[in-house]
């Protein structure tokens, strides 16, 4: 019973919250999760418009200088030297060369630090390029000059031949924009080509299979393959991905840690900008706050646990302990059917023994009164006749005594009250008691005040009160024997009735519990534990009070209080 | 001399010895053995003082003494019950019983009994 009612209360009170917290921990988690990668997208964002502005903005400048002056303006080196000039002074360290190239790959005309007039650019990746386009972005390279730069272009025809003007763009000042790009802990960007080569420094170790990763983007995939078709799929276990109209985000496991990423197309999708950052940096908050409610979550459950235990115990004890008393007052209303039946009968057999005894008493008294006759009186044996005959009625009348006794104390209980006088009460149940007292070899003492006042109770209360504390003082005597003192007195408004004997006493532990329901000390079966606590209730209603003192090993006085009825007081 | 008492119980044996021992204390008794006997008796001769038993089969104890008391008014009745109970003397009293003695009765408390009952009866006679 305890384990089914434990389970259900745990059930009922767990259930709801596991449900409401995994639900609400789901959403929120998903939700936030989402508002990360979007800020994250936002930021990256600005940052991919600034990257391309920077790039155009470096290409237009070359085309201006190639639209606003001629072949021939821009082949004189003095005045390309003064062109440069102004470009690195409006843009400090970004421009680093400026040249003139024929349209067989030889420079024909040269700006800058290094001597490379005439130099030959035909094997050169880009140049092959730049040729067949009219505007040309490299990807870097180190090139001849064995630094990393890329090269910005603007294919020209004056007449029949074609020739073109080309700016090196420091690498530095470009690699700077892309690092400024810090987030949390391990967030850092960097800008790959279709290859997966490096266009920027990378602040942070990037992902080993970068390069395969790039594949799920669609524009590598177009500029690669030349092709629009599905993205490829790539062979690095993608965990999650979400395409935008311009990015692809996503996350990726490697080296046991999680990694989201996000891919957003720089320079019409040659090249990537790749953002990634540890899926815990990047979500520390939300972590934070999961181990703050698991931490919140895991003693509630306990507690929960804990209290549902105590309690189902203790009202399943207190249940049973309904129970057992429900019982014992079952036991207790079939034992007052029982006394009610047997008093019936005593007062029957009282009344029909009371008849015999009738009898034989006027009997004796006939016979008494024919000794008196003339004839009998010089019988020697006279006198023994007449005391013979006298204790035949004095036996008579020992009977009287006995059933008119047990036909008072057998009459119907009833709680009505009447005013009593407590003495007269108290011979009563000593006349019950004295024989099994008698029994005992206990001495009964009384003390009573014959200007003792009334009080107002039910007769049949009230000797219950006196039967059982005057019981129980002979019960603690046993049968070696004692004193009982029974005192009746005034103390102001009450009347007090002490019952006193010198029994074993009780002891401090069943002091305190002496008048609780079912305590006893009396073996299994000997008694109910309910005497006590019967009379406590009885003259706790009365407005009286019943205490006990008691000292082991010399005996116990309980004292009746019993307010003396208000007309008599 | 004396009072003519009647002695009203069914322990025919107990009314016999009774009124044989008042007799010798010289008193006149007659005995009625149950409720119609007595009523019959005390229609047919002049009784001063009634001893009468409760419970008895037939017409019982209260009843005959509710009758005597509506009746025969002058008449005395002295209870002579073995059922001790103090409901039925209060009760008895209260239909106006002269007296209420329990079995086995003392003679000396009978006879102090009729006698004050007989005083009684006379006193109202003489009136």
Same mark, same amino acid.
């Given at each position: 019973m305890t384990r089914n009612m434990t389970l259900i209360l745990i059930l009922v009170s767990l259930l709801p919250l596991i449900l409401l917290a995994g639900l609400m921990g789901y959403h929120f988690e998903t939700s936030y999760r989402e508002k990360v990668l979007e800020h994250l997208q936002e930021l990256l964002e600005k940052h991919q418009q600034n990257i391309n502005s920077f790039l155009d903005e470096k290409l237009s400048y070359i085309k201006v200088l190639a639209d606003s002056y001629t072949y021939d303006q821009l082949t004189n080196e003095a005045f390309l030297e003064n062109k440069l000039a102004i470009l690195q002074h409006a843009y400090s360290g970004v421009f680093v060369d400026l040249g003139v190239l024929n349209s067989a790959g030889i420079q024909i005309s040269y700006a800058g630090n290094l001597k490379l007039l005439k130099a030959d650019y035909s094997n050169a990746q880009w140049f092959q390029e730049a040729i067949k386009k009219d505007y040309y972005l490299s990807d870097v390279f180190s090139g001849l000059r064995r630094t990393p730069h890329f090269i910005v272009s603007v294919k020209k025809r004056s007449g029949d031949k074609e020739w073109l003007l080309r700016a090196t763009i420091d690498f530095e000042a470009f690699n700077s924009l892309v690092e400024? +790009?810090? +987030? /949390? *802990?391990t967030g850092s960007a960097l800008i790959v080509n279709s290859k997966g080569e490096f266009q920027t420094h990378p602040r942070i170790e990037p992902s080993p299979n970068l390069a395969d990763l790039l594949r799920v983007a669609p524009w590598v995939w177009t500029s690669t393959r030349g092709e629009s078709v599905e993205p490829a799929q790539s062979r690095t276990p993608v965990e999650m991905i979400s395409y935008a109209s311009n990015a692809v985000s996503g996350m990726v496991k490697s080296r046991n840690r999680n990694t989201i990423f996000i891919f957003m197309p720089l320079k019409s999708g040659e090249w990537t900008l790749v953002y990634q950052q540890d899926e815990d940096d990047a979500f520390s908050q939300i972590n934070r706050a999961r181990s703050l409610a698991l931490a919140i979550f895991f003693p509630g459950c306990l507690g929960i646990v804990l209290v549902v235990l105590f309690l189902s115990r203790n009202m399943v004890r207190r249940i049973e302990k309904s129970d057992l008393e429900r019982e014992m007052m079952n036991e207790q209303v079939i034992e007052a059917g029982k006394l009610a039946s047997i008093g019936e009968l005593a007062a029957g057999i009282a009344h029909e023994i009371n008849n015999p005894v009738a009898i034989m008493v006027e009997e004796a008294g006939w016979m008494e009164d024919l000794l008196d =006759? =003339? =004839?009998?009186? *010089?019988? /020697?044996?006279i006198d023994e006749f007449r005391r013979s005959l006298k204790q035949i009625g004095i036996q008579g009348v020992r009977c009287r005594e006995i059933t008119h006794k047990l036909l008072s104390f057998a009459r119907k209980t009833d709680p009505v009250h009447r005013e009593i006088q407590v003495n007269d009460t108290i011979g009563e149940i000593l006349g019950i008691c004295s024989q099994r007292s008698k029994f005992n070899n206990i001495r009964i003492q009384t003390e009573l005040d014959a200007d003792l006042p009334l009080v107002s109770a039910s007769p049949t209360e009230l000797q219950q009160v006196f039967m059982n504390l005057i019981n129980n003082a002979i019960d603690a005597m046993g049968s070696g024997g004692g004193l009982l003192e029974v005192r009746s007195r005034v103390d102001g408004d009450m009347v007090v009735v002490d019952i006193a004997d010198t029994g074993h006493g009780i002891s401090n532990t069943a002091m305190s519990r002496i008048f609780e329901p079912f305590f006893t000390t009396k073996p299994v079966g000997k008694g109910t534990g309910l005497g006590l606590s019967i009379c406590y209730g009885i003259i706790k209603k009365l407005g009286g009070t019943l205490t006990v003192d008691s000292s082991v090993g010399l005996g116990t006085t309980f004292h009746v209080h019993i307010p003396t009825h208000p007309q008599t007081g | 001399m004396g009072t003519d008492i009647l002695i009203v119980d069914d322990e025919v044996e107990l009314a016999e010895t009774l009124a044989e021992r008042l007799r010798l204390r010289g008193f006149s008794v007659s005995a009625a053995f149950n409720g119609e006997q007595a009523l019959q008796i005390m229609e047919e001769t002049s009784v001063g003082v009634m001893l009468l038993d409760l419970k008895m089969p037939g017409i019982d104890g209260m009843e005959i003494l509710r009758r005597v008391r509506k009746t025969h008014p002058d008449i005395e009745v002295i209870i002579l019950s073995g059922h001790g109970s103090e409901q039925d003397e209060t009760y008895s009293r209260s239909l106006g019983a002269f007296e209420y003695l329990r079995k086995p009765a003392d003679i000396g408390d009978v006879v102090d009994a009729v006698k004050r009952a007989g005083e009684l009866g006379q006193g109202a006679k003489g009136r």
């Open positions: 400024q +790009i810090r +987030i /949390g *802990d =006759e =003339e =004839e009998f009186k *010089d019988s /020697g044996n | -």
